[in-house]
């Protein structure tokens, strides 16, 4: 004969663990995946001609960290998700400039703003063995991001910049 023995939890627990689980994802998780986004490192850009060449090159990618009012966490019980969605996440790339018209030759900076209207994902919660005890960990899936034509703008480009010991 088999004995089977099954847990019962108190129903405040389901609650509890919901709303640690919430308070992990929007103070922990989503900072961490926006502070991912510095990874992203642009292609030079340029254009060449006979005569002129523009170029921007060496883009470092930087982020404006996210409130908690721009993280929406959408609760799924059936699917046992969340759907987190940050909403107007924004970032910068800086990086150099060059200039070319005929033989003259000009450095300079530049200055990229994008937006990202929103990141939606899903997270998945579940347990992860952790010694005698369970630890909770999660899947992230489902990564979804809206950017719109005219939500990447030169904010600055400077040409000819003078030496900074001058």
Do not use: C
């Amino acid at each position: 004969s088999t004995v089977t023995a099954q847990t019962i939890y108190n129903p405040g627990m389901n609650v509890a663990v919901k709303d640690l689980l919430i308070f992990k994802i929007k103070d922990v998780i989503v900072p961490e995946i926006m502070e991912e986004f510095k990874q992203i490192q642009l292609p030079d850009q340029g254009v060449t001609h006979d005569s002129y060449e523009l170029r921007v090159y060496g883009m470092e990618a930087d982020i404006v960290p996210v409130t908690k009012d721009q993280i929406q966490i959408i609760t799924d019980e059936a699917q046992n998700t969340l759907t987190v969605t940050v909403h107007n996440f924004q970032m910068s790339f800086e990086g150099n400039a060059y200039a070319r018209a005929l033989f003259i030759h000009l450095h300079g900076s530049a200055t990229l703003q994008a937006l990202l209207r929103t990141v939606s994902f899903t997270v998945a919660p579940k347990l992860r063995a952790d010694g005698d005890l369970n630890a909770i960990d999660y899947d992230i899936k489902d990564v979804k991001i809206d950017l719109q034509a005219g939500d990447i703008k030169f904010t600055k480009l400077t040409i000819g910049d003078l030496p900074s010991w001058l």
